[in-house]
């Protein structure tokens, strides 16, 4: 802007509404207009969760028999012990108390808040007994050949917290718990601990922390610690989220999963094609079982579909409070609905409801941490401000004095509904001899002197200053022609105030907002490019102060091009990201590798994404060219995507043993944190402890990073084998060394 030729803006403003006036001539007198200036529509709080009740039975292969004779797949609460060696089962003569090779299993039916469930021929369900593992309600033994004999067992986990939010269909439940899902009676298995369900309107995930040990059907030997990992065991969408539970079908079929190049690949074709969430499935494969989790063509598919999963949270009362979020000055009615309040929960031990119902208190107030009635807090912790509202039966009503005193409607179904008046000055001074009383809320608890944990809810309130949206709009103009500048402010907390418009630091003017309104003239002088304007709200008692910022432009903008590449290792997807900024920044973005054309998009909201792939290992310069729009001209950066070599681990067992006698055989494995199984060779050298050479052989790895090397009939004694992994071009090096002794 030139500032010798623009005249100081002129501040226009529209006139005052008669809604406006009233406010703020009530606002004069000192009287605050509960009904006009702080009426908000309400919004449900989320309610809070503390027993909530998982209960999920996986799918049906998980309740099925096995393939290998004798054996079935079944669940544990708790973590199955170690057995120390692949290829072992739980022992049936005991109820999965040991493996067949002796060592402790400890299969339990329990453990804390687990219990693994059998359904009986009434449809109810009790924790089942080991039996109950390979049996359905009829007494049906499974098999591996049937789809529609299963053990109908389910695992259910309680006690869950967390919140929910029906109203937009969210929720947060976390448990705490462990159990064991095993395959051919525990020839392989996993471990889930602490699931946490997310949902945010509608759609979400449920995760657990999982782990085991990797098996394989072609060597039993095998049996590897696999970390624990959080993954999620299901993919949820169009849920709904209930007071009372929630209820959901996870994604499974037509959902496409791409199975490593060394295992059975998906088939996506029947009725039951489909997969568990990738990522778990993935681990599933480092495991053993990963065909277990996706339709692979065999007749056992159908069994792998996703059953659905439930969450109940009944057994307390809750309240849904229609704001939670306050404004820090005046009062505020809030709405309260309870449900859960089962009157025959609380009996009155003093007047006036002795050996009555004696309905809730619904109180909000500023209370200290130590405030529940049922874990000992004393009424002294309790300083609710007037007036309090009594939830009783209608019969009672008037026995409390009636709703001059308070008294409100609790409903023989447990529900009630009540209208409070939050004022957080009135809350201090309730709560001034209160010591460390730090928390607004709402709260409710058993009346009369009664006692009753499951009446007892808290839900905060919270006192801000309302955010206002500040809106800043300044028209693209040509050289010469007329320019202003319009700045809106919306606030719950109200608009009174100022608004000052600069460009960088020069102040252009300050005005008063009339209707949250200010609207500047910039004259007819601007110089040709963009002006970057802020508009800056003062704030009031109510309000914070609130910024907003726009681009003026004269002519043809200008735009600039950000291209983000993040660091990857060998095996992982490389991702770029294009972010153009430009007043109306429109059209496409070409991304390039040198001379070759890596994909062509347009923006979407500014942004473009380019899938690499998984690129070899180095450096690879990128280049990103926006061509511009009618209104924004183009723009071009560079960036260089970086792919770091993936670190090798390289292992080595003896297969077989060697003695004086007889050959033996030692086995080399490595694997990479990211890519898989690595290729390439490996060398095996074999001494004795006094370093005599006995062996030294360069092997090529197999697909699964395997070598097998033989070992010559050797003395008694003791010998060290070192297996060495030179790297490739895209894996680091790594090596291991282990003894052994021929007796």
């Known amino acids: 802007m030139n500032p010798t ?74 973590k199955i012990g170690n057995p120390g060696a692949g290829g072992q089962m739980l022992r049936a003569a005991d109820n999965g108390a040991t493996w067949s090779n002796g060592a402790t ?75 064991t899902v095993l395959f051919y009676s525990g020839m392989t298995y996993f471990h889930l601990s602490d699931p946490e369900l997310v949902i945010a309107n509608g759609t979400g995930t449920l995760s657990a922390t999982v782990g085991g040990y990797a098996a394989s059907m072609e060597d039993t030997d095998e049996w590897t610690p696999v970390p624990d990992t959080k993954v999620a065991l299901a993919t949820l969408s169009g849920v709904d989220v209930t007071p009372t539970g929630i209820a959901a079908t996870p994604q499974y079929r037509e959902v496409a999963y791409e199975a490593p190049a060394d295992t059975s690949p998906q088939i996506r074709t029947g009725a039951s094609w489909g997969t568990f969430p990738p990522a778990f499935v993935d681990l599933q494969q480092t495991l053993g079982q990963g065909p277990y989790w996706y339709s692979t063509g065999g007749s056992a598919d159908v069994r792998k579909v996703a059953n659905p999963l439930s969450v109940a949270y009944t057994d307390h009362a809750s309240v849904v409070v229609s704001k939670t979020t306050l404004l820090p000055h005046g009062a505020h009615q809030v709405t309260v609905e309870g449900s859960g309040f089962d009157p025959a929960l609380a009996t009155g031990a003093r007047p006036p ?4 119902p004696a309905g809730a208190y619904v109180v909000f107030g500023k209370f200290p941490e130590v405030w529940r009635p049922s874990l000992g807090a004393p009424s002294s912790n309790r300083k609710p401000t007037s007036p309090q509202q009594w939830a009783v039966l209608a019969e009672d009503m008037a026995t409390i004095g009636g709703a001059r005193a308070g ?54 309130i919270t006192f801000a200053k309302a955010t206002p949206a500040v809106t800043l709009t300044a028209p693209t103009v040509t050289p010469g022609a007329p320019a202003s500048a319009t700045v809106t402010v919306a606030s719950e907390g109200g608009t009174d105030g100022s608004v000052t418009l600069t460009e960088g630091e020069t102040v252009l003017g300050t005005a008063d907002l009339t209707d949250g309104t200010a609207t500047f003239d910039l004259g007819d002088a601007l110089t040709e490019g963009e002006h970057a304007l802020t508009a800056t709200f003062a704030g009031n008692a109510n309000t914070e102060a609130g910024t907003a910022t726009a681009t003026l432009v004269v002519e043809k ?54 899938t690499l792939g998984k690129l070899k290992a180095g450096r690879h310069a990128l280049t990103a060219t926006y061509e511009g729009d009618a209104d924004v001209a183009g723009s071009t950066a560079t960036a260089t995507a970086t792919v770091s070599k993936a670190v090798s681990k390289a292992t080595v067992k003896v297969a077989k043993k060697p003695t004086r006698t007889k050959a033996g055989k030692v086995q080399a494995r490595v694997t990479t944190t990211t890519a898989g199984s690595a290729t390439g060779k490996v060398t095996v050298v074999v001494r004795t402890a006094k370093g005599k050479l006995v062996k030294r052989a360069r092997v090529a790895l197999n697909a699964r990073g395997i070598a097998r090397v033989t070992v010559p009939r050797l003395a008694k004694g003791s010998y060290k084998v070192v297996v060495t992994y030179a790297g490739n071009g895209n894996v680091k090096a790594s090596s291991k060394r282990i003894t052994f002794r021929v007796a």
Do not use: C
């Not at 809070?48 to 998980?62: H, L, Q």
């Not at 409801?353 to 009555?356: H, Q």
């Not at 004022?423 to 009369?448: E, P, Q, W």
């Open 5 to 78: 030729t623009t005249a100081r803006p002129r501040a226009r403003a529209a006139r005052r509404g008669v809604a406006a006036a009233v406010a703020g001539a009530l606002a004069s007198a000192g009287i605050v207009a509960l009904g006009v200036a702080t009426a908000t529509p309400a919004v449900a709080a989320p309610i809070s969760v503390r027993n909530a009740t998982f209960a999920w039975d996986i799918n049906n292969e998980v309740q099925a028999g096995a393939f290998a004779p004798g054996t079935w797949n079944l669940m544990s609460a708790g």
């Open 105 to 179: 299993a400890g299969w339990a039916n329990t453990a804390g808040n687990v219990t693994i469930e059998d359904k009986a021929a009434d449809g109810s369900y009790a924790p089942t007994t080991f039996d109950g593992t390979h049996r359905n309600s009829a007494g049906q033994a499974t098999s591996g050949s049937s789809t529609t004999i299963l053990s109908e067992n389910r695992l259910v986990v309680r006690n869950g917290a967390g919140t929910l939010d029906p109203e937009t269909e969210s929720a947060t439940i976390t448990w705490d718990g462990d159990a």
């Open 353 to 356: 409801l002795a050996g009555k």
């Open 407 to 460: 008294a409100i409607e609790l409903r023989p179904d447990g529900t009630f509904t009540a209208t409070l008046t939050v004022d957080r000055a009135a809350a201090d001074t309730a709560a001034a001899a209160v010591a460390a009383a730090t928390n607004y809320g709402i709260y409710t608890y058993a009346g009369s002197g009664a006692t009753s944990a499951k009446y007892e809810t808290y839900t905060p």
């Open 557 to 610: 903008s200008t735009s600039s091009l950000s291209l983000s590449i993040p660091s990857r290792t060998y095996g992982q997807v490389t991702t770029a990201t294009v972010k153009v900024t430009g007043k109306g920044a429109d059209g496409a973005v070409t991304l390039r590798r040198g001379t070759t054309v890596v994909g062509t998009t347009n923006l979407v909201a500014g942004k473009a994404s380019f």
